[in-house]
T-cell receptor, first 117, second 110 residues
């Protein structure tokens, strides 16, 4: 049973460029969340996708956008990259359909390390 | 929104001793409280979780306690081993909107 998989694992971009990160959720999961983790800090919630729609969003600018596909996989796009966007980007998945109110177990991928120079 | 505070930020113990990490949360509607272990260069790994209708949960050397009235929860690791050395994160979730603490770097000295 494959867990949450993310690609690429590492990438370097130049300030002002755009980046796309990809995530495949754990088998059987229908919901994907994205987090940004700066060095030495806890993960910060970016947004969550369920049924191909953005369900919740954290305190991140519109430069951060996403998409969920019919197979539940997801992409995170960041436009006009800033040096401060350098971080580990984590994808997490869960199964939400049973009960939207219930706290469901969330599993993380290994992350994509983004360096902006 | 939810605010999670975690203490201490660093913790050093001798192998075999116990380690305790504490977290507080602000939103009384939060109903799910997981703990994650993160090793260098890896994603967070779920080690134990507790829901708001339970006060304590134990899994071998790891236990978590929850005090809903005081809005705090704690991770207890007994008989620590060098491989327990990592960064530990607590989190609080409401309607699957999960917020994390800043993390505790645990070092277990052999």
């Amino acid at each position: 049973d494959a867990g949450v998989t993310q690609s690429p694992t590492h990438l370097i971009k130049t300030r002002g460029q755009q980046v796309t990160l990809r995530c495949s959720p754990k088998s059987g999961h229908d919901t994907v969340s994205w987090y940004q983790q700066a060095l030495g800090q806890g993960p910060q919630f970016i947004f969550q996708y369920y049924e191909e729609e953005e369900r919740q969003r954290g305190n991140f600018p519109d430069r951060f956008s996403g998409h969920q596909f019919p197979n539940y996989s997801s992409e995170l796009n960041v436009n006009a990259l800033l040096l401060g966007d350098s971080a580990l980007y984590l994808c997490a998945s869960t199964y939400l359909r049973a009960d939207l109110r219930r706290g469901n177990t969330i599993y993380f991928g290994e992350g994509s390390w983004l360096t902006v120079v | 929104g939810e605010n999670v505070e975690q203490h201490p930020s660093t913790l050093s113990v001798q192998e075999g001793d116990s380690a305790v990490i504490k977290c507080t949360y602000s939103d009384s509607a939060s109903n799910y409280f997981p703990w994650y272990k993160q090793e260098l260069g890896k994603g967070p790994q779920l080690i134990i979780d507790i829901r708001s209708n339970v006060g304590e949960k134990k899994d071998q050397r790891i236990a978590v306690t929850l005090n809903k009235t005081a809005k705090h929860f704690s991770l207890h690791i007994t008989e620590t081993q060098p491989e327990d050395s990592a960064v530990y994160f607590c989190a609080a979730s409401k309607y699957n909107d999960m917020r994390f603490g800043a993390g505790t770097r645990l070092t277990v000295k052999p």
